[in-house]
């Protein structure tokens, strides 16, 4: 909140953050005068209906609004909801059920939107007495002088800045709201920017959802923490044209930007030889994999097929965070070999793993996502209990950062069971239990899976064979 005040101050005239259309073109742009308007004239609004501490849902498609919205409900004092908009090719039942739940299990009172989907956000309202209650906005419509009614709030940085939803297919049971405080913000956001390198002269892209947890940190808030230009564009103009990602960081001089490691594959797989002669990639200087496990050969075929564009080995990294803790590790670790584990380990959790097994058929390759950052502690236990696996033993991975969010909204023994872990045996700690399969080698950290997932896979290879 102090960084986007004090940018106003400093380049008030400076582009922020631009949104691309399916041809790269810039469609809308604003700068941080322009942003701190519009996020103000939010707060302005809101501070004269709704009470500090509330929270707003956000309901966006990928675009600036959504940005000035988000920005402009913290600005409020209140705390902006983040979650994914009802889809048109939902049924209405679901639809409206997707909405209810969240209202209800966040206690909102007040929806943000954009003018873009408000008519299909409007329909979904009216056809619930629950929701028809609750103030409907499209932040389009609110006139920039209400930021002359607006004051500054009085924020404890302790205090939580937004709700996070997570993903229900990472963890067992429903999706839940992660409550990231200010200080998670800037503790994620200064470690980037020291590990990347960053300044106000980067340049950043992003296809991502906004209300993706990183489409949100490395998206949006990453370029607001550091001053650099944010670029973004929608996730189906990703889809339909995975291209169009590399030419927009051809065009705009991207230096850093990354994806998951199916997007790695989709430009492999789906960009021509002929595009390839357009590319120029020579200033992208972090091409980050995260969000997946990652693969090695994935980023091997990518750096074959564009480094004749200039794409250079050293670009080329990983990192490995959540909703629950954003960022945890980051190396430059291209090209590292990666850790071969026999799949015989992989049915046994905390079995010893053998490395330079060389039968296709019975390994797996996992590459390493670097060590923990600064103040950041990685351990591995044997899962279902608190004992510590030994290196290069697969366990579960509990993570204890500053990055750590406070825990799950209005959930407290939720929050106790991930949140508040210590090892056995140990009073170090708290650590966050992510539920994701790994293990450490050389002190660096290896994830294999989400350990749901894995205890599926093995339940249906148990269901085969018996």
């Not at 209400?146 to 990472?170: E, F, G, I, K």
């Not at 909703?323 to 380990?345: C, D, F, G």
């Amino acid at each position: 909140m102090e960084t986007l005040a004090a940018r106003v101050k400093q380049a008030p005239d400076k582009l922020a953050f631009a949104y691309l259309d399916d041809q790269c073109d810039v469609v809308n742009q604003l700068s941080n005068q322009q942003l701190y308007t519009r996020a103000t004239a939010v707060a302005g609004k809101l501070q004269q209906i709704i009470d500090p501490s509330d929270r707003v849902l956000l309901l966006f498609p990928q675009g600036l609004e959504f940005i000035y919205a988000f920005l402009g409900v913290m600005y409020s004092g209140a705390v902006p909801v983040v979650t994914a908009p009802p889809r048109a090719t939902q049924h209405d039942d679901t639809r409206i059920c997707h909405v209810e739940d969240i209202i209800e299990e966040t206690g909102s009172n007040v929806v943000l939107t954009s003018s873009s989907i408000l008519n299909e956000v409007v329909q979904c309202f009216f056809k619930s007495s629950k929701l028809s209650q609750k103030i409907l906005l499209a932040v389009e419509d609110v006139n920039d002088d209400l930021t002359n009614h607006w004051t500054m709030p009085v924020v404890d940085s302790n205090s939580t800045a937004y709700l996070q939803r997570t993903s229900a297919s990472t963890r067992e049971g429903s999706p839940k709201f992660v409550m990231i405080s200010h200080d998670n913000i800037n503790s994620v956001h200064e470690s980037i920017k020291n590990d990347y390198k960053l300044t106000a002269s980067s340049r950043s892209v992003h296809w991502l959802p906004n209300y993706h947890y990183l489409g949100l940190a490395l998206g949006v808030l990453q370029p607001l923490y550091c001053g650099y230009r944010g670029y973004i564009c929608s996730q189906f103009d990703f889809y339909k044209n995975p291209g169009s990602w590399l030419n927009a960081i051809t065009r705009y001089e991207i230096t850093f930007s990354g994806a998951p490691d199916f997007a790695y594959r989709m430009c492999v797989d789906q960009v021509s030889d002929s595009k390839e002669n357009t590319l120029n990639l020579s200033g992208w200087k972090t091409a980050y994999s995260s969000g997946e496990s990652v693969n090695k050969e994935t980023m091997d075929s990518f750096l074959k097929k564009f480094s004749y564009c200039g794409l250079k080995e050293m670009a080329l990294t990983s990192f490995y965070g959540l909703a629950e803790s954003a960022y945890v590790a980051s190396e430059n670790n291209y090209p590292k070999s990666p850790t071969i584990i026999p799949r015989k380990s992989m049915q046994r959790l905390s079995g010893g793993m053998a490395e330079n097994n060389q039968d296709s058929y019975a390994e797996v390759k996992i590459t390493s996502c670097g060590p923990p950052v600064s103040d950041t502690r990685v351990v591995i236990i044997i899962p279902g209990t608190l004992t510590r696996c030994s290196e290069l033993e697969l366990g579960e991975i509990l993570i204890s950062s500053k990055c750590n969010a406070l825990g799950y909204w209005n959930q407290p023994a939720e929050t106790e069971r991930i949140f508040n872990v210590y090892p056995e045996g140990s009073e170090d700690g708290p650590y966050l239990r992510t539920g994701d399969l790994g293990f450490i080698k050389g002190g660096e950290v290896h994830v294999v899976g989400s350990l749901t997932d894995y205890r599926k896979e093995t339940r249906s290879l148990v269901s085969i064979s018996g």
